[in-house]
């Protein structure tokens, strides 16, 4: 039985509004994407890493670090375009069998190792699931949300939970963004990178950072002068 391919779908769009030009923006001297293409170079499990983008530099600066680069359709690379579209794009325009694994990085995650990227193909491979999703634990828990009615404070959920402790409530997770992982035949199926049954890789909050804002971009920087070899990893 033939083996499935296992292919990088990096989303990389030119336009952000948060940071300009965000995913070439520096941080310690290199292009942001930069991390996330040489985390999937180095955990060496890629038959293919391709950038989907619609922007010239980041196009010349993939094909320089050895990566294949689709050229992503204008419409696909709007503030409103969703992810998934992009990659269906791809998987479409490649001709991809409807086998083939995919695994997506969004280059806003630069604390996405290597490991990380071989953990979840393991988990994928050894667990009974559709898919494997990169998780964080939430870091304001959902049971101690409120609303505002006529500037009143409402629980969202049982008033109880607004003083509970940490230790009394259930540990809650989303996704953080830095990796998705299944067959192709999945993502079309459901139009989604989260499908049901999905497996949970479940990521530190620092490994989770999520690159949005010009504060987020300066926080990275700090890590990676706490932590100057992790990230390679």
């Known amino acids: 039985m033939s083996v499935a391919r296992l292919v990088a779908i990096v989303p990389a769009r030119g336009g952000s509004k948060g940071i300009p030009r965000k995913n070439m923006s ?7 994407i930069d991390y996330t293409l040489h985390a999937a170079k180095l955990a060496d499990v890629f038959d293919d890493i391709i950038v989907s ?23 696909l690379a709007t503030d409103s375009s969703r992810v998934v579209d992009s990659v269906l794009d791809v998987a479409n325009s490649r001709q991809l069998e409807a086998s083939t694994l995919i695994m997506v990085l969004q280059p806003t995650s630069p604390f996405r190792t290597g490991h990380h990227i071989r953990e979840a193909v393991g988990l994928l491979h050894g667990q009974d699931s559709s898919a ?7 870091e304001h828990h959902p049971l101690k949300t409120v609303r505002i ?5 409402v629980p969202t959920n049982e008033h109880r939970f607004l003083e509970a402790s940490r230790q009394d409530l259930p ?4 996704p953080n963004g830095a990796l998705y992982l299944a067959p192709l035949t999945v ?11 999905a497996h949970a890789l ?9 690159i949005d804002s010009a504060n987020d ?9 706490s932590r100057p070899t992790k990230h390679i990893l």
């Open 26 to 32: 520096l941080l310690a001297g290199k292009p942001l």
């Open 53 to 75: 983008t619609d922007d010239p530099e980041t196009a010349g600066f993939s094909t320089n670090a050895g990566c294949s680069v689709h050229h992503r359709p204008h419409h």
């Open 132 to 138: 494997v999703i990169s998780v964080v634990e939430c």
């Open 149 to 153: 009615e006529n500037h009143q404070i």
């Open 171 to 174: 540990r809650i997770f989303r």
């Open 187 to 197: 993502t079309i199926q459901t139009g989604s990178l989260v499908p049901p049954h």
């Open 202 to 210: 479940e990521m530190s909050r620092e490994d989770s950072l999520d």
């Open 217 to 225: 971009l300066m926080l990275a920087q700090l890590l990676l002068h």
